[in-house]
């Protein structure tokens, strides 16, 4: 028996009121006064249903109290993989965020699981969703031929494993990088391979072309399915519709660029290009209208959840929300995305909804967007051992086990870091310098702790996790690999 029901019971047992023996008469008050002796009496047991009426209760209350979890039912359950490109973690209500940009992913974030201390691999589109869907990390997609940004064929991605497992595919993508057929800024497609439906239809298109597609598709899918959708906004240029434009705003700007949501000459001048006239405020006005993309997708992201719980969907369906990198406003000197490891760029939402889940909880502790696909396969009962993932699955987290010492990394260019929960490491390889923040009171990285004497061990023990982790993934090839393709994107005009 559960000891707080157990001394439940008991305490109810001992507060009974006293019952004489059958037969027997209680002793007057003058034999009593007398010294006359007399037997306890025996306690009255409660009714029979009293009793199991409490236990049922206090079953529950033991439940709640020890924060109790009811086992996770694995299953041939339908997935939905929502992926929002550029979402910055801060930036939702769910993570802290004091501006009204996310009501509908904060109500579902209150029946999911939210994993507060989630981040992307990468902070550029390619190779994080490559990692994302595949399990692998980021180097292992750099150097392809022919300057490829896809997945090469020598690595499945889930959507080729669950197909062999008889879930039916499909994908709706606004992206201009995760494509099946070339564009501009990916001449060689190659995101496709496993999906036997890839829509490309919302091209450079808001999120309600996204929901309308994934809803359309959706009907004609037989179950179990595989459902990947890829959200542009709030990627740039950002231009929220009204009333969100309006009602995000935080600043206001004559700048021609500005008023077009553009940051690419701003963060063009900061990379070494053209100058340009700017100031403080034209930059809170870029965000703003940031966040009123945030808000317009979230709304949609509402009305996704809505008709997919009005068709009962919802209750066979995983439901992941997500994103590839995040994006940057001059928190460490640079605009966008795909410049640095900084928490700006690499900290992004993780939730997790299960089939029929009702009651939400915030997970702590490192995870990674590598840590999706493992998760998957263990919640659909899928055996995943030799398949080469090289994220973990995160069922015991789900299952309210307390976080495991670990380290996260991410990477672009000629930067790198490593992350155990509490310091994080920077380091730029090709200048040979490398910075140390204590994320638990310095979330914006604003002092490095490098030089510090009290940092010694924390930058040591990073500096050795990195070290191992980059000879194990790179080798030798890794930093050039990385600034090729830094290059190759600016050449195609993404940067």
Same mark, same amino acid.
């Given at each position: 028996m559960i000891p707080?029901?157990? @001394? /439940? $019971?008991? &305490? *109810?047992?001992?507060? &009974?009121?006293?019952?004489?023996?059958?037969?027997?008469?209680? %002793?007057?008050p003058a034999r009593l006064r007398a010294g006359q002796e007399c037997q306890p009496p025996r306690r009255r047991l409660p009714p029979p249903l009293a009793v199991a009426l409490l236990l049922s209760a206090l079953f529950v209350a033991a439940l709640l109290v020890c924060s109790c979890r009811l086992p996770i039912q694995r299953g041939r359950w339908n997935v939905v993989v929502v992926l929002v490109d550029t #979402?910055?973690?801060?930036?939702? =209500?769910?993570?802290?965020?004091?501006?009204?940009?996310s009501p509908r992913l904060d109500a579902l !974030? &209150?029946?999911?699981?939210?994993?507060?201390? !989630?981040? +992307?691999?990468a902070s550029c589109t390619?190779?994080? $969703?490559?990692? *994302?869907?595949?399990?692998?990390?980021? !180097?292992?997609? *750099? =150097?392809?031929?022919? =300057? &490829?940004?896809g997945i090469p064929p020598r690595i499945p991605s889930i959507a080729e494993l669950l197909a062999a497992h008889g879930f039916t595919t499909a994908a709706v993508s606004a992206s201009p990088v995760v494509r099946q057929s070339p564009t501009r800024f990916n001449p060689h497609g190659g995101f496709s391979r496993g999906f036997a439906r890839f829509d490309e239809s919302c091209l450079w298109k808001d999120a309600a072309c996204v929901t309308k597609r994934a809803l359309a598709v959706s009907e004609r899918l037989r179950e179990p399915f595989f459902l990947y959708l890829h959200y542009l906004d709030p990627h740039g240029p950002y231009d929220p519709p009204q009333p969100f434009r309006? @009602?995000?705003?935080? /600043?206001?700007?004559?700048?021609?660029? +500005?008023?077009?949501? @553009? %940051?690419? %000459? *701003? +963060?063009?001048?900061?990379? =070494?290009?053209?100058?340009?006239?700017?100031?403080?405020? @034209?930059?809170?006005?870029l965000m703003g209208l940031y966040d009123g993309e945030v808000a317009f997708f979230d709304s949609q992201l509402g009305e996704l959840v809505d008709r997919l719980r009005e068709r009962k969907l919802l209750e066979r369906t995983i439901l992941v929300v997500l994103s590839d990198h995040g994006e940057s406003f001059r928190e460490h000197g640079t605009m966008k995305h795909c410049r640095t490891v900084y928490e700006s760029e690499v900290k992004t939402p993780l939730l997790v909804r299960l089939p029929r889940q009702r009651e939400g909880a915030r997970v702590a502790g490192p995870v990674e967007n590598l840590d999706v696909v493992p998760t998957l396969f263990d919640l659909l009962g899928i055996q995943s051992e030799g398949l080469g993932f090289e994220g973990r699955a995160l069922?015991?987290? #789900?299952?309210?086990?307390?976080?495991?010492?670990r380290v996260s990394f991410a990477m672009i260019n000629q930067q790198r870091a490593a992350i155990d929960g509490h310091y994080k490491l920077v380091a730029d390889l090709a200048a040979g310098k490398a910075q140390l923040f204590d994320l638990s009171t310095d979330p914006g990285e604003r002092r490095d702790l490098a030089a510090a004497a009290t940092a010694r061990e924390p930058l040591a023990r990073l500096r050795r996790e990195l070290e191992a982790f980059l000879a194990k993934t790179e080798g030798e090839a890794g930093l050039r690999q990385s600034e090729e393709a830094d290059q190759r994107l600016r050449a195609l005009g993404y940067l």
């Open positions: 707080v029901v157990r @001394d /439940a $019971v008991e &305490a *109810l047992l001992r507060s &009974a009121p006293p019952m004489p023996r059958r037969h027997e008469r209680r %002793p007057s #979402l910055r973690a801060d930036h939702l =209500g769910a993570y802290g965020y004091g501006r009204p940009t !974030a &209150a029946e999911s699981y939210l994993f507060t201390d !989630a981040r +992307a691999q390619y190779p994080s $969703v490559n990692s *994302l869907l595949t399990s692998r990390h980021p !180097a292992r997609f *750099l =150097g392809q031929k022919d =300057g &490829a940004l309006k @009602d995000l705003r935080l /600043a206001r700007t004559r700048q021609p660029w +500005a008023l077009r949501g @553009d %940051p690419n %000459p *701003l +963060a063009k001048m900061l990379d =070494g290009g053209p100058k340009i006239d700017y100031a403080p405020r @034209d930059v809170r006005y069922l015991p987290r #789900l299952n309210g086990e307390p976080p495991e010492e």
